[in-house]
């Protein structure tokens, strides 16, 4: 079977797909034929060995933990999935940029009916991402929330569940996504110089919370707006969050089936709206990391095996 692989740390150019040998499930695992894996921008951090001392890779190292497809094999003491369910997970190995991946049973939810399957094979790592956002700075009706990076892949999932809990929420993001955060009840705000000020006229001068999903000074910006350190979440800036006390709930911290089937299950409804930016077959990852790391796409990318 053909998977992703890379040798050795480096830019987009170490990533090849390889021919390897097709994985066997153990017994409580099954086998899932990938109709479509999620790319993350963490992905490149491992790639590229920044994150070597928190998350080292063993070469050759494969990439991937989003997926959905249908699966192929099950083990002897599998149970709530069976060969021909169509399924939505994750796994922990880097694996799921491939046409197989094994996946432990306990990672998986089935696919709703009329979910399509790019949005099933990107939710995992964005989606529990941003419902573990929301729920560390906790919004509701009463509070105002800004999020960097609102028409992001996580940004634009962490708008969406503020606004179902009722809170005011300011997303930063260029003036081209605008029009897309007004239409779900956010409040737009262009980011870059002058940030704080028009955030502070947006919000009437009051911000309650703060959701960093793009680094860059924004944990400095949320202290400065008078957000106390534990209503701040960044998913990117963890030395600023570890200087003032702000928190780092990220998808660690809801990694599961269950807050995965009830994302699939709003987003099945048309509750929830993941924005797919773009489709790339899996021979052409190199390209699908290039358009992930121009950091300006609104939306997922997604592999297509």
């Not at 494969?62 to 099950?74: F, I, M, N, P, Y």
């Amino acid at each position: 079977m053909k998977a992703v692989r890379f040798h050795e740390y480096g830019g987009i150019d170490v990533l090849r797909v390889e021919e390897v040998a097709r994985p066997v499930p153990g017994p409580a695992q099954v086998l899932v034929e990938v109709r479509a894996a999620g790319i993350q921008p963490g992905e490149v951090h491992i790639r590229t060995g920044e994150l070597h001392e928190r998350w080292p890779a063993m070469f050759p190292s494969g990439q991937g933990s989003d997926l959905a497809g249908v699966v192929a094999e099950a083990g002897s003491q599998v149970r709530g999935v069976a060969v021909g369910d169509e399924v939505l997970g994750f796994t922990h190995n880097r694996a799921s940029h491939a046409e197989f991946v094994v996946v432990d049973d306990v990672a998986l939810t089935s696919r709703p009916v009329g979910l399509p399957w790019d949005v099933a094979g990107s939710l995992y790592v964005a989606g529990t991402t941003a419902y573990a956002t929301v729920f560390a700075v906790d919004p509701g009706p009463a509070d105002t929330l800004v999020v960097s990076g609102a028409a992001g892949g996580v940004g634009s999932l962490a708008v969406q569940l503020a606004r179902r809990r009722g809170a005011t929420v300011i997303g930063l993001a260029s003036e081209p996504n605008h029009a897309w955060l007004r239409a779900r009840g956010v409040v737009p705000v262009e980011y870059g110089h002058g940030v704080a000020e028009r955030i502070r006229q947006a919000s009437d001068g009051s911000v309650d919370a703060f959701i960093d999903t793009f680094g860059d000074g924004y944990v400095e910006l949320a202290v400065e707006l008078g957000v106390r350190p534990e209503r701040i979440n960044t998913i990117r800036d963890w030395q600023a969050a570890a200087e003032i006390g702000a928190r780092t709930y990220g998808e660690g911290s809801a990694a599961c089936a269950v807050v995965l089937g009830e994302l699939a299950r709003l987003a099945a409804r048309g509750e929830l709206e993941v924005q797919i930016a773009r489709t790339y077959p899996l021979e052409q990852v190199r390209d699908a990391f290039r358009e992930l790391e121009r950091r300006h796409t609104h939306g997922k990318i997604v592999l297509r095996p």
